[in-house]
């Protein structure tokens, strides 16, 4: 049998959580790296030439920064309207004022891409144009739009494919430009320094419990009194009502108890003899998904949980992005943390000397980054075993700002 290729090194020079968000539907996962490139004191003739300016100074600093072969993508975006580049407002007053001025007009979005390929020191220059026709806005639309604070972050103070995109008439061209990133010219770049496109497919995830394993998950794990505990720890920390997601469900024994108490649960995991039992206590909310890639869209969630989960990762970084992602503002996120740490204290060990992901300073630096903040935290007891004291597993909550 002939081994598959190895994938690539694709790296995203960008901050940009929708640039992140249609690679992924796309199948890709890019490293990201954040270039840190300022924005403002760049200047060009034009602005497509400003785009592609930012794209490549981005795509340069962080090409500077490898010390291995990689292929980096840069992409900046810019409004352009009567000649006039918009960039991110930045302030509700300027978003304000920018709206009212593209109401009902048309404005050309264009995007700037630079690949840089380390191997063979390759560096490819494109713009993509869309057009992009603008409703009529009503200044209710507009304070109730700029309220929500999403076009002071956003290119042209608009998004296509979030809160904004009601207010956007038309577009003629390439949609996924106006997101930030053409798709079809990433590939025709790529192709260009010998990357084919489904070299870059993520394999699907999935975990491996066989039905034996997963029928004495529930027993090996302490049982009901373990699930009843962990709910109780969790209802304290978790606002009445709304829709709650839990991440890696397993069996569903927690979220069961949470639905008792009269909350809408849903649950995702990776492994389906889990969810099989999952879909008997949960019927119709639950799924097979990775937590780093919700099928879920943006802020439709008030509560997300992981219980038992930041522990198993390689990297808990691109978990909380996606529920900085679901989250809606003032919506929380509860987990457990410093789990193996937990049990070691509890049996008299000293720390691990590995930094786990679910350590929490790691969690605090992180979730920071994605607008989550620390402001509530409880413990609840585990199972012991023989002559094992129990551990007491710390239950943390951060809030979306």
């Known amino acids: 049998m002939t081994p598959e290729p190895a994938r690539p090194r694709f790296v995203l020079a960008s901050a940009s959580p929708a640039r992140l968000k249609t690679l992924r539907n796309a199948g890709v996962e890019p490293e990201v790296i954040v270039s840190g490139v300022d924005e403002d004191h760049v200047t060009a003739d034009s602005p497509g030439e400003l785009a592609r300016t930012l794209a490549v100074l981005k795509a340069r600093a962080v090409v500077s920064t490898l010390d291995d072969h990689a292929t980096v993508l840069g992409c900046d975006s810019v409004l352009e309207i009567d000649g006039v580049a918009y960039g991110k407002p930045g302030t509700p007053e300027v978003a304000r004022e920018r709206l009212r001025m593209m109401s009902g007009r048309s ?14 020191r390759q560096e490819i220059r494109e713009l993509a144009s869309t057009t992009v026709r603008f409703a009529d806005l009503t200044e209710d639309e507009i304070d109730a739009y700029v309220a929500t604070g999403e076009p002071l972050v956003v290119a042209g103070s608009f998004t296509v494919d979030g809160l904004g995109g009601p ?82 469900v397993g069996t569903g024994t927690v979220a069961t108890e949470l639905v008792a108490q009269g909350n809408l649960v849903h649950g ?55 529920v900085s992602r679901v989250l809606r503002p003032d919506g929380v996120f509860i987990t457990t943390t410093e789990k193996r740490e937990s049990s070691r204290y509890a049996t008299g060990r000293t720390p691990d000397d590995h930094r786990s992901e679910d350590a929490l300073p790691v969690l605090v630096a ?16 585990g199972p012991s075993y023989g002559n094992s004291p129990a551990p007491l597993y710390p239950l943390v909550r951060f809030r979306r700002h």
């Not at 061209?173 to 260009?192: E, T, W």
């Not at 099989?276 to 879920?296: E, F, K, M, S, T």
């Not at 979730?367 to 989550?372: D, F, R, S």
Request: glycine residues 8%.
């Open 268 to 322: 995702i995991d990776l492994s389906p003899a889990m969810l099989r039992h999952a879909r008997i206590r949960l019927p119709g909310h639950v799924a097979n998904a990775d937590a780093a890639q919700l099928p879920i869209a943006d802020r439709r969630c008030d509560a997300v949980l992981a219980i038992w989960l930041l522990h198993l990762v390689d990297d808990s970084d691109r978990i909380l992005a996606e």
């Open 107 to 120: 404005g050309i979005l264009h995007t700037g891409h630079c690949l840089f390929d380390t191997s063979t």
């Open 167 to 248: 207010f956007v008439a038309g577009i003629e061209g390439d949609y996924h430009n106006v997101v930030g990133i053409s798709l079809p010219l990433v590939r025709r770049m790529l192709a260009q320094v010998g990357i084919s496109w489904p070299t870059l497919w993520a394999p699907p995830r999935t975990i491996q419990y066989d039905e034996a394993e997963a029928a004495r998950y529930d027993e090996s794990r302490g049982g009901p009194e373990r699930a009843q505990a962990a709910a109780d720890a969790i209802l304290e920390l978790l606002p009445k009502g709304g829709r709650v997601l839990e991440l890696a």
């Open 366 to 381: 992180r979730a920071a980054q994605y607008g989550l903040r620390l402001d509530g935290a409880t413990t609840f007891p």
